[in-house]
């Protein structure tokens, strides 16, 4: 039987993975920082993998087949996992975001080109799991295959970043877009599928050895036959006051806690706006009073189909 940890296994996708790996018979170990109440998996093991000492003992203790990787962008942290981990095959999940511009066209595995030189002392998520990759891709005796999943979406993303867009585009209210990427495309996947996949990278009876994969669906206007009224704003002015919620209406000031705001958010409304009101989404899936100004909303009805 095949044994597999998978790292981050109890957040939102690696929850997918891990019962689809069980699913198809593997044994299936999750592991974390936090310490969880046994039961939801085959078993759970915490400790912190930027701690070389702890991520050593974990891999001795667990001897995995197969690392299923949910929760890494530093490179560092992928070249400690190079050093430690003599299995059959570590799995990077990486992202869509590692591509370049590539001017409105849908991206493929081989669009993306590794980095030079080395990687800095610290970097955003972005940058991270670009170097992620472009350190693995020196690394040719490790077995590592990557996924690049797109977005992921799916009833248990207590973020609810993309319920905000897909509600909006459904209601036909005026979509605020970050400005400088707008344009650019934004795959979406179902995070079922998405732990399918992973599960299918897993698998030691397939040849996967220093492969990339990367699928979308397409996008959520087109699959929906739906129009989008795209009102493009600089990220740079996304708001940090307060916040409108749907089912009253009144203001939260974000005094407040952040940790108990979020919950209180998140119980109370989908990310948006009432259809009524035709307050733009942010890009954080969030809405404010400031953003329903004449000059953050669309002029003269135009529509894109994106």
Same mark, same amino acid.
């Given at each position: 039987?095949?044994?597999?940890?998978?790292?981050?296994?109890?957040?939102?996708?690696?929850?997918?993975?891990?019962?689809?790996?069980?699913?198809?018979?593997?044994?299936?170990?999750?592991?974390?920082?936090?310490?969880?109440?046994?039961?939801?998996?085959?078993? $759970?093991? @915490?400790?912190? %993998?930027?701690? /070389?000492?702890? #991520?050593? !003992? =974990?891999?001795? &203790?667990?001897?995995?087949? *197969?690392?299923?990787?949910?929760?890494?962008?530093?490179?560092?942290?992928?070249?400690?996992?190079?050093?430690?981990?003599?299995?059959?095959?570590?799995?990077?999940?990486?992202?869509?975001?590692?591509?370049?511009?590539?001017?409105?066209?849908?991206?493929?595995?081989?669009?993306?080109?590794?980095?030079?030189?080395?990687?800095?002392?610290?970097?955003? $998520?972005? @940058?991270?799991? %670009?170097?992620? /990759?472009?350190? #693995?891709? !020196? =690394?040719?005796? &490790?077995?590592?295959?990557? *996924?690049?999943?797109?977005?992921?979406?799916?009833?248990?993303?207590?973020?609810?970043?993309?319920?905000?867009?897909?509600?909006?585009?459904?209601?036909?209210?005026?979509?605020?877009?970050?400005?400088?990427?707008?344009?650019?495309?934004?795959?979406?996947?179902?995070?079922?599928?998405?732990?399918?996949?992973?599960?299918?990278?897993?698998?030691?009876?397939?040849?996967?050895?220093? %492969?990339?994969?990367?699928?979308?669906?397409?996008?959520?206007?087109? &699959?929906?036959?739906?129009?989008?009224?795209?009102?493009?704003?600089?990220?740079?002015?996304?708001?940090?006051?307060?916040?409108?919620?749907?089912?009253?209406?009144?203001?939260?000031?974000?005094?407040?806690?952040?940790?108990?705001?979020?919950?209180?958010?998140?119980?109370?409304?989908?990310?948006?706006?009432?259809?009524?009101?035709?307050?733009?989404?942010?890009?954080?899936?969030?809405?404010?009073?400031?953003?329903?100004?004449?000059?953050?909303?669309?002029?003269?009805?135009?529509?894109?189909?994106?």
């Amino acid at each position: 039987m095949t044994r597999a940890l998978v790292l981050g296994g109890a957040g939102f996708i690696g929850t997918a993975a891990c019962k689809e790996l069980m699913r198809r018979g593997v044994e299936t170990i999750a592991a974390g920082r936090k310490e969880r109440p046994y039961g939801t998996f085959t078993s $759970y093991v @915490a400790f912190d %993998r930027d701690d /070389e000492a702890q #991520l050593n !003992r =974990a891999l001795e &203790s667990v001897q995995p087949d *197969v690392v299923l990787d949910l929760a890494c962008y530093e490179p560092t942290q992928v070249e400690a996992m190079i050093r430690l981990f003599h299995g059959v095959r570590y799995v990077f999940v990486s992202s869509g975001v590692i591509y370049p511009d590539i001017h409105g066209r849908p991206a493929n595995e081989d669009d993306f080109v590794p980095l030079d030189g080395e990687p800095p002392p610290e970097v955003d $998520y972005m @940058a991270g799991k %670009r170097w992620c /990759e472009t350190v #693995l891709s !020196r =690394a040719r005796d &490790s077995p590592w295959t990557v *996924v690049r999943p797109p977005a992921v979406f799916g009833a248990a993303d207590r973020s609810l970043r993309i319920a905000a867009y897909i509600q909006r585009v459904e209601d036909g209210g005026p979509l605020l877009v970050p400005q400088e990427t707008y344009e650019r495309q934004a795959g979406l996947a179902w995070v079922k599928d998405v732990g399918y996949a992973c599960a299918l990278a897993c698998d030691p009876r397939k040849e996967t050895k220093h %492969r990339a994969y990367w699928r979308s669906r397409r996008t959520f206007t087109r &699959s929906r036959s739906n129009s989008c009224r795209t009102a493009p704003a600089p990220t740079a002015l996304t708001p940090n006051g307060p916040r409108v919620t749907q089912s009253t209406g009144c203001e939260r000031s974000s005094a407040s806690s952040p940790r108990r705001s979020r919950t209180r958010s998140r119980r109370r409304w989908p990310g948006i706006a009432s259809p009524t009101r035709r307050t733009p989404a942010t890009p954080t899936g969030r809405t404010s009073a400031h953003w329903s100004s004449p000059e953050f909303l669309p002029t003269g009805g135009e529509a894109r189909g994106d």
